[in-house]
């Protein structure tokens, strides 16, 4: 089963969660494709 860890969107203020993957490559923001996405809660 896939954790669920939180992102904040520094830029657009968006928050999501998404599931926790060991490769941080999808630390995009899914409405303004920002790169500024910072992880909240593990
Ligand atoms: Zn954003």
């Known amino acids: 089963m896939a954790e669920e ?3 904040k ?3 657009c203020g ?9 490769e941080p ?3 995009t923001c899914p409405r303004c ?3 500024s996405v910072r992880q909240l809660k593990k």
């Open 14 to 22: 968006n928050e999501y969660s998404a599931p926790y993957s060991k």
């Open 5 to 7: 860890v939180k992102y």
């Open 33 to 35: 494709k920002s790169n």
């Open 9 to 11: 969107c520094m830029r």
């Open 25 to 27: 490559k999808e630390r």
